[in-house]
């Protein structure tokens, strides 16, 4: 292949990759997912704030390098979903073309080509190209270190001075790796694999080569040596591995079985079973159909048989079958992203499986057979992500585990939010409302959803709550969080609301219902005029003291009103139903506050039951709003019949400090009130 031949195949399989991880760049995924929020939060506090780490703590722990990545980017794009994604998108393309050049000068052009072609379209290299998460970064910079250490290798003589900075620039690359994803610990058993391999197989080249591997383990050992050091003394340093190693606990506890099970899955990987979870595969989906995935196989055991002339495929077995250790002792086997250090690793694989047939055909008819190959993959794998992963919601797969398959994908990449975004940006609304799933991180991934605009937001979960207004106020209910049972009335005419507009997702599915409040009568103003006649007290030396409503605790929030539907309950399977009306006093902050409730007998006395709960926190709150909590207090074990005190306060979380009650002076009245008795009933047997 001549140098003008070489250059024009590249390109085209650049201009393919390129495709690929642009392809529809805003609809698939169809949105941002919390664990990329994470990083690029990181990411702008490095920016703004200097915050520089090479661990960071959040998310149960993770290396630096991505969030530097990521530093950049936002210096660049600002905050929307083009930050996160193009670092993603740059080692992706950058994985294409390293395994190009490295493929086509350590082995041949047949396996230079066929895999860097199946790089740029096979649904796994793809899929980690688009996603803005760190292990992006692990293959192009395993690929750096396997082409300087088959730069070393083709060197027949030690008088080229290149080889000591080729050797110091390896040695980089390979200390750097441990800064990008955690499975980056299988490059460094792998190459030292490979030391020692040579040693025992090729002692001619490694007497050659001693110097200049040995200058890419120092360096390699130095720059690893900090984050070694983090990973055994840092509080955080293992809890992800921690968190998802199951597997291994039971192998350790003389139950091996999961271990078992892992290991014959990932076996399977190449070609009759895969990633089991929407959030990264069609559940079940190997990495090839089945004649490409066998080609994985037969690579594998011709890099064994030609060891001694292909020492450089000691490191490639070695990243195989060290590379897939975190998941074979984690859950959800085998898994996709965990074992991203693979991924050139199989891709050459198959490129050796070819030049083996190449012996024993023409060229031509080769080069028929990797193009076809490619193209191939190009059309099964361009139909299983652009179509059927954003799209299907069961899939029939020899390998189908629902339990396994956890949350579907529009779960997973918030689309939801990204028509929310869309919708608003055409309205001119001071504040909106709008129930989410996840009150702590949905609101970041929004934030990265290129809205633009002045309107406030208020998010919440509506399992126990619903945020209303006594003015016209936009509603956005989203069927991931729908408004309960409890609170359905508020959404009806009846009570002032009007359904005014639906919000689809991508897939035509519901994104928002959206409904205006108080749009045709004052039935919140009504419904606090009619409750707040009701009797709470205080505790004075001179005995209970009773108060009005709204009920100030510490010029923070008001209790406008109560609701107790049932004061007698049962003592058992049963509990106090109460409807908190609360309205804030402050704007947005980060307070840390919550709301307990305590069911007591007599003052001083340790509660019987309680509930601590706040349904919307501090950082949502806004003085013109007012939200309803379901403070239902369950009883988990049978309680003494009798009268009881509901008893009512609002702390700091952090401090355990309560907030107290004040007068219209602001003079402090009690540190909680007595919301009124519960007598508490025998249970009849039918």
């Known amino acids: 292949m001549t140098f003008n031949q070489r250059l024009l195949i590249g390109l085209f399989i650049l201009l393919v990759g390129t495709f690929f991880r642009l392809w529809l760049f805003e609809e698939v995924p169809p949105g941002l997912q919390h664990d990329e929020i994470f990083k690029a939060e990181e990411g702008v506090r490095l920016i703004e704030q200097g915050d520089f780490r090479l661990f960071y703590p959040t998310n149960q722990g993770h290396e630096g390098a991505f969030v530097w990545v990521l530093g950049i980017s936002y210096a660049l794009f600002g905050i929307n979903p083009l930050m996160i994604k193009y ?66 290798l083709r060197r027949k003589y030690h008088r080229d001075k290149t080889l000591w900075q080729i050797a110091g620039l390896t040695g980089i690359a390979l200390g750097f790796a441990i800064y990008t994803y955690t499975s980056s610990f299988a490059l460094h058993i792998a190459f030292a694999l490979f030391f020692v391999g040579l040693i025992i197989i090729q002692r001619q080249i490694f007497m050659r080569l001693w110097r200049e591997l040995l200058i890419i383990s120092i360096v390699g050992a130095l720059l690893t040596l900090p984050m070694v050091y983090i990973r055994l003394t840092d509080p955080q340093g293992s809890n992800r591995a921690d968190s ?27 070609a009759f079973v895969g990633d089991p979870t929407w959030r990264y595969n069609i559940p079940g989906r190997p990495l090839f159909i089945l004649p490409i995935g066998l080609l994985v196989y037969m690579g594998i055991s011709l890099a064994f048989i030609q060891l001694r002339k292909q020492p450089i495929n000691i490191l490639l077995l070695g990243l195989i079958f060290i590379g897939i ?16 250090v693979i991924l050139p690793s199989i891709m050459i694989m198959i490129g050796i499986a070819i030049s083996f047939f190449a012996r024993f055909v023409p060229n031509k008819a080769v080069w028929l057979i990797i193009s076809a190959i490619i193209s191939i993959t190009a059309i099964v794998d361009y139909q299983a992500y652009f179509d059927t992963w954003t799209t299907e919601t069961t899939v029939n797969l020899p390998y189908h585990d629902e339990r396994e398959q ?44 290129s809205y633009i605009g002045d309107t406030e937001f208020v998010f919440f979960n509506a399992f126990a709550n619903i945020v209303l207004s006594e003015d016209p106020t936009l509603l956005f209910v989203s069927p991931l969080s729908p408004i309960s049972e409890k609170h359905q009335q508020w959404l009806t005419p009846d009570y002032g609301t009007n359904h005014i507009d639906t919000i689809y997702r991508q897939d035509n599915e519901i994104a928002y219902a959206v409904y205006r409040v108080s749009d045709t009568s004052q039935t919140l103003t009504q419904t606090l005029d009619r409750i707040d006649n009701r009797d709470i007290f205080i505790n004075t030396d001179e005995g209970q003291k009773p108060i009005k409503f709204p009920i100030n605790f510490g010029d923070l929030v008001l209790l406008r009103g109560l609701e107790i539907p049932r004061e007698t309950v049962y003592n058992e399977n049963d509990g106090v139903n109460n409807q908190l009306y609360l309205e804030p006093l402050i704007e947005p902050s980060g307070a840390t ?91 009849q047997e039918n």
């Not at 993603?88 to 490295?102: E, M």
């Not at 793809?126 to 270190?145: D, E, I, N, Q, Y």
């Open 87 to 152: 670092p993603a998108f740059v080692f992706g393309i950058l994985t294409v073309a390293l395994i190009f050049r490295f493929g086509y000068r350590t082995y041949s052009p047949y396996v230079g080509v066929l895999a860097s072609g199946l790089t740029a379209v096979s649904f796994w290299a793809v899929f980690t190209s688009r996603l803005g998460l760190r292990a992006v970064m692990l293959p192009a910079v395993v690929l750096v270190v396997l082409l300087g250490i088959s730069y070393l």
């Open 244 to 270: 998802i190693a199951t597997p291994l606990q039971e192998a350790q506890a003389g139950n091996p079985q999961l271990l078992l099970d892992n290991a014959v899955k990932l076996t399977g990987m190449p």
């Open 325 to 340: 250790i975190p998941s074979l002792l984690t859950v959800l086997a085998p898994s996709f992203l965990r074992t991203i």
């Open 406 to 449: 956890g949350e579907k994908v529009y779960e997973i990449y918030r689309d939801d939010l990204q028509q929310l975004s869309n919708y608003i940006r055409q309205l001119n609304e001071t504040i909106v409302f709008v129930s989410t799933p996840n009150q702590e991180l949905d609101p970041l991934v929004f934030k990265y959803s």
């Open 593 to 683: 506050l919550s709301i307990f409730m305590h069911l007591i007998k007599e003052d001083g006395q340790q509660p019987v039951a309680q509930r601590d709960l706040l349904g919307i926190t501090p950082a949502y709150w806004h003085p013109n709003i007012v939200f309803i909590q379901d403070n239902f207090v369950p009883f988990w074990n049978p309680i003494e019949t009798g009268t009881y005190r509901l008893v009512m306060g609002v702390y700091d979380i952090q401090t355990g400090i309560r907030i107290p009650v004040l007068d219209a002076n602001g003079e402090v009245l009690s540190d909680h009130i007595i919301l009124g008795e519960i007598n508490i009933t025998q249970r």
